[in-house]
């Protein structure tokens, strides 16, 4: 059974079915290529500096272009906007965005190609009330807001215009606060209260979106929103698209690694026909990110298409709209706690040690990992090309030790055909696991001398399964049968696949079926050789954030080319964005638009600089207060514009001083967490 509510197939990337919607000529979902957008972050009145901006965006390929559109001046502003583009000649599709003001929303339509709306504040004025609505009061204000809404549909079907009904988890009415809380619920019923208008109008020309900055509750809100579609009656031409991103994801290497996670998931359950991600950069510089999670995805669903499902006996059947870690036996791995509720541990793997020179090669690799200042390898792991031999292994682990590197150390190996149990004296001293390759030519006489060498040697024995998603089954299922045979009980599994995501589904699913529910899951990423491109990033933030994000992996092993101290920090970057473990300031910011009140970047960049060594502390940076308050639910502490030079500050969700001059705010924001006790000096 490979089928669920929300994706076509669990194991395998196959795309969700949708109508086309033109967004003027360029056509979202349907048969079309995943689209890139972004947006400007000039002042939209600023034609000029504006349309520099739209023509830099559409020049590196991005294909649709939002601006912010915060009034009717605004919206004024839009034809003559048109006009210098149509002079330069840049034909790129234009989306005005809207919170608050459906006035410049009427306006607007007439000057671009699709409007965004914000369920959550486009009638609704957040007031941050609780107030009980009974279900009377509840359908009195869902007709004023049907009331407000229904001419801008009427207006965008009579026009041919698109529009995104774009729900954002900071930013949900008190209404739908009030009675779903900021849950995925609550994002998804926001935005369906609007669809109802919609589809009452006869209107259909709608994307989706559900943004947080929350990697795990954007994942769950669409997929959510997945569901609730697919119950619905299906509208002509197909349900809708989706306009997929992760909201505030901040800049540089965690701003990618968020967008990743959160948008690589999504595309990998084959929901999303166009990306958007949100970086606090210069917006140009999102387009290579967008393209790169595009081609990634893309290649997956051709390759896919054509692709057998794994036949799985059990469905797999985690909760996909909430987060639950699953349940695993705690292993002591060489003095190294891993599953049940440890956190999930790093590892390094440092492939086969060479013959010659060993003492360098230790040295080397320790020279990099004590470049490390905030986080730490955990365990090392070497391969060996040949038959096991303790005493080449005395000699690396000897080489290791002399340079520093005392973590607990496994030992991988091509099959059990390379383990000799009567040839293992000293083994168990020397490593903390022995890894084995399992595939489907994989001998049954391999398996049992894998199994009865740990079982004699008394090492953990982890299994990793090779192959392709569909064929791993048989693999998996002969390991278990040679673990049972041998009386193993400290055993793990990972897979080596193209399909890392869809294999630790399978994975967990098959070993529930083996009655093996509760062995602990190693998650393996290989760099590939263009180690530095983003694009290396990107694979790793999907390989391993993906299962992550849905409760699956104890331990998470790299290998590659890439410097150790780098790896490391990556992947402790990838189990923060995940949101399993924080070893760093977490800073949730915007990515800057035309209602910016400060150079965020520049911001950004300062508040970091105080900052940046508070592990596990949130910092929310709002350019202004749209989705503000909202987002601090996310937040511990908040710094949002509030008016040209001034910035309020928050704690939670609480406001804790108003409208101070910019100038200070960055040392304030410092005082208020030193206040609240969260304040360590920097190291
Ligand atoms: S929070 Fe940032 S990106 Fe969002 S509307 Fe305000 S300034 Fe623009």
């Not at 939209?44 to 739209?54: F, N």
């Not at 387009?287 to 692709?307: G, M, S």
């Not at 070893?583 to 508040?607: K, Q, Y």
Request: proline fraction near 4%.
């Amino acid at each position: 059974m490979t089928s669920s509510t929300y994706t076509k197939d669990l194991f395998v990337g196959r795309r969700r079915e949708t109508r086309e919607v033109m967004i003027g000529d360029v056509g979202i979902g349907g048969g079309n290529p995943l689209r890139v957008q972004s947006m400007t972050n000039t002042d939209t009145r600023d034609v000029r500096g504006s349309v520099d901006q739209i023509e830099a965006l559409a020049e590196v390929g991005c294909e649709i272009v939002r601006i912010t559109v915060p009034s009717i001046r605004d919206a004024e502003i839009l034809p003559e906007m048109r006009a210098e583009l149509a002079k330069r000649n840049v034909g790129v599709p234009l989306v005005a965005d809207i919170h608050f003001t459906p006035n410049a929303a009427m306006l607007s339509v007439d000057h671009v190609e699709k409007i965004r709306i914000n369920p959550g504040n486009y009638v609704d004025k957040k007031k941050f009330e609780v107030r009980e609505f009974n279900d009377a009061d509840y359908e009195r204000e869902i007709e004023k807001v049907a009331g407000r809404f229904r001419p801008l549909v009427l207006r965008c079907r009579e026009r041919g215009v698109a529009m995104r009904i774009g729900t954002n988890h900071g930013s949900l009415s008190d209404r739908i606060m009030n009675r779903f809380g900021d849950t995925p619920l609550g994002m998804v019923e926001s935005a369906l209260e609007f669809l109802d208008v919609c589809e009452g109008a006869n209107y259909h020309d709608i994307v989706f979106s559900m943004k947080a900055s929350n990697t795990q509750v954007a994942i769950q809100a669409y997929r959510l929103l997945a569901q609730r579609l697919d119950e619905r009656p299906m509208p002509p031409g197909g349900s809708y698209p989706f306009h997929i991103g992760v909201t505030e994801a901040g800049d540089g290497e965690d701003g990618r690694i968020k967008s990743a996670i959160g948008i690589g998931a999504l595309l990998e359950d084959g929901l999303g026909d166009t990306i958007r991600v949100s970086l606090t950069e210069h917006p140009v510089r999102e387009v290579p990110v967008a393209e790169a999670l595009a081609k990634r995805a893309f290649k997956i669903w051709v390759v896919d298409a054509e692709t057998t499902s794994a036949d799985c006996i059990t469905a797999y059947t985690p909760d996909p709209f909430g987060y639950t870690r699953r349940t695993s036996k705690i292993l002591n791995l060489g003095g190294l706690s891993v599953g049940a509720s440890e956190p999930v541990r790093v590892e390094l793997d440092l492939g086969a040690p060479p013959m010659n020179d060993l003492d360098d090669w230790a040295a080397g690799h320790a020279k990099s990992i004590a470049k490390l200042r905030d986080v730490e390898c955990e365990s090392l792991q070497v391969s060996t090309a040949g038959v096991l031999e303790p005493g080449i292994l005395e000699t690396v682990r000897k080489a290791l030790t002399a340079a520093g590197l005392n973590q607990p150390l496994a030992v991988a190996c091509r099959d059990g055909a390379d383990l000799d149990a009567d040839n293992s004296a000293g083994f168990a001293a020397l490593i903390s696991r022995v890894v084995v390759d399992v595939r489907n030519d994989s001998t049954d006489d391999d398996c049992a001398a894998a199994a009865t060498f740990a079982a004699k040697v008394d090492v953990a024995l982890e299994w990793r399964v090779c192959g392709e998603v569909a064929d791993l089954s048989g693999p998996i299922r002969s390991a278990a049968t040679a673990s049972r045979e041998a009386r193993l009980t400290r055993l793990l599994f990972s897979t080596n696949t193209s399909r890392q995501n869809h294999a630790a589904r399978l994975l967990t699913a098959e070993l529930a079926e083996q009655g093996l529910a509760q062995a602990p899951i190693v998650l393996r990423h290989s760099i590939g050789v263009d180690a530095d491109s983003e694009r290396a990033t990107i694979d790793m933030a999907i390989d391993l954030g993906a299962p992550l994000c849905e409760g699956i992996g104890d331990l998470v092993s790299v290998s590659g080319s890439r410097a150790l101290d780098q790896t490391t920090d990556q992947v402790y970057r990838v189990l923060q964005g995940a949101r399993l473990r924080a070893t760093r300031t977490e800073f949730i910011s915007c990515p800057s638009c035309g209602r910016t009140l400060f150079d965020l970047e520049e911001v950004t960049a300062r508040i970091k600089s105080k900052t940046d060594h508070l592990k596990g502390v949130k910092i929310a940076i709002m350019g202004c207060i749209v989705n503000g308050p909202g987002e601090m639910a996310d937040a511990d502490f908040g710094y949002v514009g509030s008016g040209v030079g001034r910035v309020t500050l928050y704690v939670g969700k609480e406001v804790f001083v108003r409208s101070i001059a910019e100038d200070q705010a960055s040392d304030r924001l410092v005082e208020l967490i030193k206040d609240s006790g969260r304040w360590v000096d920097p190291a």
